[in-house]
């Protein structure tokens, strides 16, 4: 493996990665996404049928991740903007991606009790 | 990196003089990024430009859209407990959520195409790979795109 660089391995690379991967998994998602809403051209059972899935504790987690990869790659993706159309991004892109995570961090905190909420209730009674 | 000292005159010490005068002049060098009359023209376009452009003009306007999404369904008003076909039909009566339910469902598929036709250029190595993949790529964004449009534009809330 070659000696470290300036990129390789450092906090410009890994926010790379992880823009890419969020990318790909909300696009696949996003496919699926289009297909159950198309159920309601189907009939309002079989939609309400699936939405139903959507509701249950295990895929309030999945949505919790949803939520997840989408913050990081919209607050990232605004980074990756500034970068490239601010004159100082560059200078300032390590700055800017360690505000973008305590930001993420803060809404992924405050998403909890929204998005899990209804799972614990169900989970835990009440 | 040079070794050898140059004088003004581009004249290195090992050779001592000049070989060129004026009746035998330097030869003249083209540079390198010179356009000729074999210059092969562009067949391209500026695609590739217009493409990085878009991510980043969509990327804009989706944090407004997916987010504001995301809050509506996710977190106000009950959160996904909400969701069934009768809160459906009360959104899509009113015209300003169709619109915004197809502007996002048009620039984030574009958007994540594009975004995936970058991730199957980096890794699928073979021609005839890179040829299939985006094969299934691009069938599976023009059907998605076209289902939710038609889902959005013939909604009927007395289905049944
Ligand atoms: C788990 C989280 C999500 C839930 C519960 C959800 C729920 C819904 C619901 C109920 C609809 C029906 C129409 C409406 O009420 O506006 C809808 C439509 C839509 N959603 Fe989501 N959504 C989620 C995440 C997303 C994300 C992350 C995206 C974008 C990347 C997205 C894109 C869309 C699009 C494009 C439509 C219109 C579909 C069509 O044209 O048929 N949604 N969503
Ligand atoms: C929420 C707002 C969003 C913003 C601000 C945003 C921003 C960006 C930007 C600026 C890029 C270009 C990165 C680069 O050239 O290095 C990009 C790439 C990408 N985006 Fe988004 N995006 C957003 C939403 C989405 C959505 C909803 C999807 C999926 C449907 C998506 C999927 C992708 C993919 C697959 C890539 C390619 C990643 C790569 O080449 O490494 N993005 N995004």
Same mark, same amino acid.
């Given at each position: 493996?070659?000696?470290?660089?300036?990129?390789?391995?450092?906090?410009?690379?890994?926010?790379?990665?992880?823009?890419?991967?969020?990318?790909?998994?909300?696009?696949?998602?996003?496919?699926?996404?289009?297909?159950?809403?198309?159920?309601?051209?189907?009939?309002?059972?079989?939609?309400?049928?699936?939405?139903?899935?959507?509701?249950?504790?295990?895929?309030?987690?999945?949505?919790?991740?949803?939520?997840?990869?989408?913050?990081?790659?919209?607050?990232?993706?605004?980074?990756?903007?500034?970068?490239?159309?601010?004159?100082?991004?560059?200078?300032? $892109?390590? $700055?800017?991606?360690?505000?973008?995570v305590a930001l993420w961090v803060v809404l992924m905190l405050g998403a909890i009790y929204p998005v899990l909420g209804h799972a614990a209730r169900?989970?835990?009674?009440? | 990196?040079?070794?050898?000292?140059?004088?003004?005159?581009?004249?290195?010490?090992?050779?001592?003089?000049?070989?060129?005068?004026?009746?035998?002049?330097?030869?003249?060098?083209?540079?390198?990024?010179?356009?000729?009359?074999?210059?092969?023209?562009?067949?391209?376009?500026?695609?590739?430009?217009?493409?990085?452009?878009?991510?980043?003009?969509?990327?804009?306007?989706?944090?407004?859209?997916?987010?504001?999404?995301?809050?509506?369904?996710?977190?106000?008003?009950?959160?996904v407990s909400k969701i069934g076909f009768a809160f459906v039909a009360g959104r899509w009566a009113s015209p300003f959520w169709q619109v915004w339910?197809?502007?996002?469902?048009?620039?984030?598929?574009?958007?994540?195409?594009?975004?995936?036709?970058?991730?199957?250029?980096?890794?699928?190595?073979?021609?005839?790979?890179?040829?299939?993949?985006?094969?299934?790529?691009?069938?599976?964004?023009?059907?998605?795109?076209?289902?939710?449009?038609?889902?959005?534009?013939?909604?009927?809330?007395?289905?049944?």
């Amino acid at each position: 493996m070659p000696a470290g660089t300036l990129y390789r391995g450092r906090e410009g690379m890994w926010s790379w990665v992880a823009h890419r991967v969020t990318g790909v998994l909300i696009f696949f998602f996003l496919f699926v996404h289009v297909l159950d809403t198309a159920l309601v051209r189907v009939s309002p059972e079989a939609y309400d049928k699936v939405v139903a899935t959507y509701k249950s504790p295990i895929v309030a987690l999945l949505e919790y991740g949803l939520v997840a990869a989408i913050l990081f790659h919209a607050l990232n993706g605004l980074r990756v903007i500034a970068v490239d159309f601010w004159v100082k991004g560059a200078r300032y $892109q390590k $700055q800017m991606l360690w505000t973008v995570v305590a930001l993420w961090v803060v809404l992924m905190l405050g998403a909890i009790y929204p998005v899990l909420g209804h799972a614990a209730r169900e989970l835990f009674g009440s | 990196m040079s070794t050898t000292e140059s004088t003004a005159s581009g004249i290195g010490p090992v050779e001592g003089a000049s070989v060129y005068t004026v009746d035998n002049p330097a030869p003249l060098i083209e540079a390198p990024r010179r356009r000729t009359k074999k210059t092969p023209k562009t067949t391209r376009g500026n695609f590739e430009m217009v493409a990085w452009l878009f991510m980043r003009l969509s990327g804009v306007v989706l944090v407004v859209l997916v987010i504001g999404h995301l809050l509506i369904q996710l977190v106000l008003d009950g959160g996904v407990s909400k969701i069934g076909f009768a809160f459906v039909a009360g959104r899509w009566a009113s015209p300003f959520w169709q619109v915004w339910d197809l502007l996002m469902l048009w620039l984030a598929m574009l958007h994540g195409a594009n975004g995936l036709r970058t991730v199957i250029n980096d890794y699928a190595e073979r021609a005839n790979t890179r040829l299939w993949l985006k094969g299934l790529l691009y069938t599976a964004t023009v059907f998605t795109i076209l289902l939710g449009t038609l889902v959005i534009f013939t909604f009927d809330p007395n289905i049944r």
